[in-house]
C-alpha cells in the first residue's frame, strides 16, 4: 500500500514515475481520439485494430528471433503490429463496402480471425528454443513491469504528438461527426478526416500496446469518452474531460500495477476507468442516476400539485351548477383547501 | 438587379428579420417578386444529370436552371429523387453523368455562396453540441481550422440565433429543442454563412404550423434582400402561396418554370402518375383559382 501511494505521487523511484507519466499522456491521448471515434459510432473499430495486432507482433517477433537471437525489440514489434492492424482495417473496410454485411458484422469476423491466427502465431513461438519469449506475452494484457526506459520514452512521446494532431484536427473531426453530408458540401474532405482519424487511432493502439495490452486497450478509448459525455453536453467540452479520465485511469492503473508485478497493467486500467464511470454515473449533475431521479421527483410533485389544484377548480365549478347552497359552500370550501395544500407543496 | 424596380413599390416591406418570431401573421406579409428568366449566371444550373444507385437511374438526364432570386420549389412524389438531385448537385452522391454549375462557375469555386441545409432527419440530435455550436460550425471555414474563433464570429452566431427567433435557446443541447426548433438551428447555421443561394432538404417536414410561418418568413425576407432559394418540398397545397418557380420531377423531368404556367392539374396528374385523386386536382385546382385572383 506504502509503495501504491508512492507510486501515485510519482516518488517510488524514477522509472516509476516515468512509466506512471508515460501511461498518462497514452491515456489521455487514447481517450482524446476515442471521443471522436465513439461521436463517428465507430468504436468498436477500435477493437478490430487492437486484435489486428496480434499476428503482425507475433511475425515480427519471430523474424527478430531467427535473425538477432532477441525478438523482444519494441520499435520492430511496433512495425509488425501495424502492418497487420492496417490489413485488418482494410479487411473490415472491404467487407463492408463490398458486401451486404455491416460493419459490426465485418468487425467482429476480422477481429477473431486475426486474433486466432495470433493466437496459434504464439503457440508457435512458445516452442521456439531462442528469443526469449516471456516478453510477447506481455502485450496481451499489458505490463510496465520491467519496461525499458527507452520503450518509456518512444511512448510518451509518440502519444504526445497522436495529442496534438487530435487537437489539430478536432474541428473537423467533429464538424465529419454530427453532419459528414454537411462537411462534405462546406469542401472538407471527408474521407481524408475519417482517414486521419482511423490513422491516428491505431498508432495510438499500437503505441499502448506494450502499457494497456492489445486485449483491453480498446476499453481506454470507449469508457473514458462515455464517462465524459455524463458530465457535458458539448463535444469540444467532452474531449479534453474524456482525456482528463483517460490520463487518470492510466495513471492509476500503472502505479497500481507497478507494485505487484503480477497485476496485469490493462486489466486493472480498465478497471480504474470503469469505477471512475460508475460514479460518473451515479453523481454527475445533468445525466446521473440522482440527479434524474431527484428531478423526477420533483417533476412528479409538481404533476400532482398542478392536477390536485385542476381537480379542486372542476370541483368547485361542479358545485355552483348544482345550485345546493350548503354542498355548495362545502365543495368551495374544500377546493380551496386542496388549492392552498397544492400550492404549498409546490 | 433588374428585377427589383419591377415590385419593389407595391411589395408591404417586410418587417426586420432580427424581429421576426414564430409568429403565424406575416408569412405571406409581401408578395413574391417577378424573376428574371435568364440561364446566365443562374444560381444553379442543371444539365443532363444522371444519377444510379443500382443498375436503375434515379435521375434520368435532368436539364434544369434557377432563376435568380426566385423562390423554386423541387416537387415530386416519394422517391422522385428530389434529394438526390439536391445532393447530387452538391457532390454528395456522385453523379454519372452531367454538369452542374453555381452562378456560372463549378460548386468548389464559389462554395461560400451557397448555403445548404439538410434534412433534419439526417443527423443525430443526440450529439453532444448546443445551437451555438452547430451555428458556429458554418463559420468553421472561415474561422480557419487552426486558429480559435473569435469574438466577431461568436457575435455573427448570436446574430443568426436572433433571427431566426432562438437567441435564448443558444445555450441548450440540441437534443433538448423541438423539431421546429431544430430545423430553425440549421436555418441559422446557414444564414451565418452570409450565402446567396440557400438550398434546403424538406425544410417544412414535421415543423408545426408557427415554426413553418417562422422559416417561410425568414425565406421571403432573403428573397427580397436579394438571395434565392430552392426547397425540396412536399406539401402541394402552400406551393402558390411559398414558392414562385417550379421543378417538376418523378425521375425525369416533367416540367418547370413559373408556378403560374407550371403548377396545373396535368403538370401534376404526369408528376404524380395517377397516386392524386380527383378530389385532390379539384382541391389543387380551387388553390390555383385562388391564387391567381389575388
Avoid at chain 1, 507519466?21 to 459510432?41: C, D, E, N, P, Y
Avoid at chain 1, 470503469?274 to 410533485?301: D, E, K, M, Q, T
Avoid at chain 2, 415543423?207 to 434582400?225: C, G, M, Q, R, S
Wanted: aromatic residues 8%; proline residues 4%; contains cysteine.
Amino acid at each position: 500500500m506504502d509503495q501504491f501511494f508512492r507510486a501515485l505521487i510519482l516518488s517510488a523511484g524514477y522509472n516509476t514515475a516515468l512509466v506512471c507519466i508515460g501511461a498518462t499522456i497514452l491515456g489521455a491521448s487514447a481517450a482524446a481520439i476515442g471521443t471522436f471515434v465513439l461521436l463517428r459510432k465507430r468504436s468498436l473499430v477500435s477493437d478490430a485494430i487492437s486484435h489486428s495486432t496480434l499476428p503482425g507482433l507475433a511475425i515480427a517477433f519471430m523474424i527478430q528471433a531467427v535473425v538477432t537471437g532477441d525478438g523482444r525489440f519494441m520499435p520492430v514489434l511496433l512495425i509488425g503490429a501495424t502492418l497487420s492492424a492496417v490489413v485488418g482495417l482494410f479487411a473490415v473496410q472491404w467487407i463492408t463496402s463490398r458486401t451486404r454485411l455491416h460493419e459490426d458484422a465485418a468487425i467482429g469476423s476480422v477481429l477473431s480471425v486475426f486474433f486466432g491466427l495470433g493466437i496459434v502465431l504464439l503457440t508457435v513461438i512458445q516452442t521456439m528454443n531462442t528469443g526469449k519469449q516471456a516478453g510477447i506475452a506481455s502485450y496481451l494484457l499489458g505490463s510496465t513491469a520491467g519496461m525499458l526506459m527507452s520503450e518509456v520514452q518512444t511512448i510518451a512521446v509518440a502519444s504526445l504528438i497522436v495529442g496534438v494532431l487530435i487537437f489539430f484536427y478536432r474541428r473537423q473531426f467533429t464538424i465529419v461527426c454530427f453532419d459528414p453530408d454537411y462537411a462534405s458540401v462546406s469542401g472538407y474532405d471527408v474521407q481524408r478526416i475519417d482517414l486521419i482519424m482511423m490513422a491516428l487511432l491505431l498508432a495510438i493502439t499500437v503505441i499502448g500496446l506494450k502499457v494497456a495490452g492489445l486485449i483491453l486497450i480498446v476499453a481506454l478509448t470507449i469508457i473514458p469518452p462515455v464517462t465524459a459525455r455524463l458530465w457535458t453536453d458539448r463535444s469540444a467540452i467532452m474531449v479534453y474531460i474524456s482525456a482528463l479520465f483517460g490520463g487518470l485511469s492510466a495513471y492509476i492503473g500503472a502505479a497500481i500495477s507497478s507494485v505487484d508485478y503480477g497485476l496485469p497493467t490493462g486489466a486493472v486500467i480498465v478497471l480504474v476507468a470503469f469505477s471512475l464511470f460508475i460514479l460518473s454515473l451515479l453523481f454527475s449533475p445533468n445525466r446521473g442516476v440522482f440527479a434524474v431521479a431527484l428531478r423526477r421527483r420533483r417533476s412528479i410533485a409538481e404533476l400532482r400539485a398542478l392536477s390536485a389544484a385542476a381537480a379542486a377548480k372542476a370541483n368547485a365549478g361542479k358545485a355552483v351548477e348544482s345550485g345546493s347552497s350548503y354542498e355548495d359552500r362545502a365543495s368551495v370550501n374544500h377546493g380551496t383547501a386542496t388549492r392552498q395544500a397544492a400550492e404549498a407543496a409546490s | 438587379m433588374v428585377e427589383a424596380n419591377s415590385g419593389i413599390g407595391r411589395r408591404a416591406q417586410p418587417k426586420s428579420l432580427f424581429e421576426s418570431s414564430a409568429s403565424s401573421e406575416g408569412a405571406a406579409d409581401f408578395e413574391l417578386p417577378e424573376v428574371v428568366n435568364e440561364e446566365e449566371g443562374s444560381p444553379m444550373s442543371v444539365s443532363d444529370l444522371t444519377v444510379t444507385y443500382t443498375d436503375k437511374p434515379v435521375l434520368d438526364s435532368i436539364d434544369f436552371y434557377v432563376p435568380r432570386r426566385s423562390m423554386t420549389a423541387i416537387i415530386g412524389p416519394n422517391g422522385a429523387g428530389k434529394s438526390t438531385l439536391i445532393k447530387a448537385a452538391l457532390n454528395i452522391v456522385p453523379k454519372l453523368s452531367g454538369t452542374v454549375t453555381f452562378f456560372g462557375r463549378p460548386y468548389a469555386e464559389v462554395r461560400e455562396r451557397v448555403a445548404y441545409v439538410p434534412q433534419r432527419a439526417s443527423v443525430d440530435w443526440d450529439f453532444p453540441a448546443t445551437a451555438l455550436d452547430i451555428v458556429m460550425m458554418g463559420l468553421y471555414r472561415q474561422i480557419g481550422p487552426f486558429k480559435f474563433p473569435k469574438r466577431e464570429h461568436k457575435d455573427l452566431a448570436f446574430d443568426a440565433l436572433r433571427k431566426v427567433g432562438l437567441r435564448k435557446f443558444s445555450g441548450r443541447q440540441i437534443g433538448q429543442l423541438s423539431g421546429g426548433q431544430q430545423q430553425r438551428v440549421f436555418l441559422a447555421r446557414a444564414l451565418v454563412q452570409g450565402a446567396d443561394l440557400y438550398i434546403m432538404d424538406e425544410p417544412f417536414a414535421g415543423v408545426d404550423a408557427a415554426t413553418e410561418a417562422a422559416i417561410v418568413e425568414i425565406l421571403k425576407t432573403l428573397n427580397y434582400e436579394g438571395k434565392t432559394v430552392v426547397c425540396v418540398h412536399h406539401d402541394l397545397s402552400t406551393v402558390p402561396q411559398y414558392f414562385n418557380h417550379l421543378l417538376l420531377i418523378n425521375g425525369e423531368k416533367i416540367a418547370d418554370g413559373p408556378v403560374s404556367t407550371t403548377f396545373t392539374p396535368g403538370n401534376l396528374q404526369a408528376t404524380y402518375g395517377g397516386r392524386l385523386g380527383t378530389a385532390q386536382l379539384d382541391e389543387m385546382s380551387a388553390i390555383l383559382a385562388a391564387s391567381s385572383s389575388r
